[in-house]
Structures are given as structure tokens and as C-alpha cells.
T-cell receptor, first 118, second 116 residues
């Protein structure tokens, strides 16, 4: 079974500061990993995803994440926070094994609310 | 705009009411999903439809009844709900279901449901 843990339900940063949102996963097979963002009163929007290949993945709005197999992590970063980044962020994992029971399903973490102060 | 619309955006219903949530996708996708988002809980996948056929039902109570009349529309029929069913219900779509490379899911804005 897969699981996702997002460390910190709330993260607060100053505008211009580094954003670091932590995600650790558990999967018995090589995972596909995703970060989604949810702005107030909206649905989820894909920021970036890792499937295979380069472990450093770049997404929209200046975000990037690095897949570290040894640490089972997929932390999301942005060098300089902007006020418009305030939202809730979700890490998710999917099973890449076509024979697995979780194949094609996304398992989400509990979310991290990012607050950006002026 | 993600190309996935949901109506209504807000719904208040009593436990004896019957109501339906509607989702429409304008992306030409073949797979559609219902998720439940409750406060302080991870998103829960409820149902998946692929080419109008239900392929996943994650032990959802029978008071939730999905319907997929065509690949562009998805409904969630609600009856005799409980207060703990109050949540944000999100619809999503993707090009296909279960392909080798995970398809990106596109989400609608959700329906905020309150059961009194």
C-alpha cells in the first residue's frame, strides 16, 4: 500500500524567502510523484510530476521538486516566495506497477497550507 | 479554468433530501473521477469511470450513486446523507485511465456540500 506524509500542515514564509514543502512517500514499487496546488475556492491544479528520468523536476510558477529515492522524499521548493503562492499544496503518489492494486490511482497527502507574509 | 466545470458550487441539504452533483469536462478525456475532500483529511477517491464504465468504487456507501451517461458528463446522486458527508466534492478528468505513464488529472472547482 502507498502512503504520503506531508510534514507540517502549515508553513509560513516572508515574501522573497525560500519555500520548502516536505513530502515523504511509501511505495513498494517505483512511484510516480505529483505536486498539486489548490487556491481558495478552486480545484486542484498540477504543479509538476515525476515519472521517470531526471530526478529534478521543474514545474509551473517557478516551483521544482527533487525525487530522492534513498530518502523516499519529493520535497517542493521555490527560491523566492510571492504573495500569489499562498495556497494549499498536496503531494500525491501513484503506483507505476501495472500489476499493482493501486495502479493508476493517486494517493494524496493531507496538504500543507502556505502563507506568505509581506 | 481547467476545462472541468461543476454545478452547483454550493449545496445545503437535509438528511432526507435527494440531490445531484454535476460535472462536465470539455477536454475530450475518457476518464472521470469523483473525490471527497474533508477538513483535515486527505483527498479520498470515490469513483472512477473510464469510457463510461465504472472501473473503481472505493467502498463508498450506497447513499452515493454515480452516473456517467457519456464521456463528458459525470453525476453524483445523493440521498439520505449524513452530516459527516459534508465536504468538498471534486470532479476530475484525465485522457485515459490506467496507462503506463500516469495521466495528469484536471480538477473542477468542487461542490461544497453541507448536510444538516
Amino acid at each position: 500500500a502507498q502512503s504520503v506524509t506531508q510534514l507540517g500542515s502549515h508553513v509560513s514564509v516572508s515574501e522573497g524567502a525560500l519555500v520548502l514543502l516536505r513530502c515523504n512517500y511509501s511505495s513498494s514499487v517505483p512511484p510516480y510523484l505529483f505536486w498539486y496546488v489548490q487556491y481558495p475556492n478552486q480545484g486542484l491544479q498540477l504543479l509538476l510530476k515525476y515519472t521517470t528520468g531526471a530526478t529534478l523536476v521543474k514545474g509551473i510558477n517557478g516551483f521544482e521538486a527533487e525525487f530522492k529515492k534513498s530518502e523516499t522524499s519529493f520535497h517542493l521548493t521555490k527560491p523566492s516566495a510571492h504573495m500569489s503562492d499562498a495556497a494549499e499544496y498536496f503531494c500525491a503518489v501513484s503506483d507505476s506497477n501495472a500489476g499493482g492494486t493501486s495502479y493508476g490511482k493517486l494517493t494524496f497527502g493531507q496538504g500543507t497550507i502556505l502563507t506568505v507574509h509581506p | 479554468e481547467t476545462g472541468v466545470t461543476q454545478t452547483p458550487r454550493h449545496l445545503v441539504m437535509g438528511m432526507t433530501n435527494k440531490k445531484s452533483l454535476k460535472c462536465e469536462q470539455h477536454l475530450g478525456h475518457n476518464a472521470m473521477y469523483w473525490y471527497k475532500q474533508s477538513a483535515k483529511k486527505p483527498l479520498e477517491l470515490m469513483f472512477v469511470y473510464s469510457l463510461e464504465e465504472r472501473v473503481e468504487n472505493n467502498s463508498v456507501p450506497s447513499r452515493f450513486s454515480p452516473e456517467c451517461p457519456n464521456s463528458s458528463h459525470l453525476f453524483l446522486h445523493l440521498h439520505t446523507l449524513q452530516p459527516e458527508d459534508s465536504a468538498l466534492y471534486l470532479c476530475a478528468s484525465s485522457q485515459d485511465w490506467g496507462r503506463g505513464l500516469q495521466e495528469t488529472q484536471y480538477f473542477g472547482p468542487g461542490t461544497r456540500l453541507l448536510v444538516l
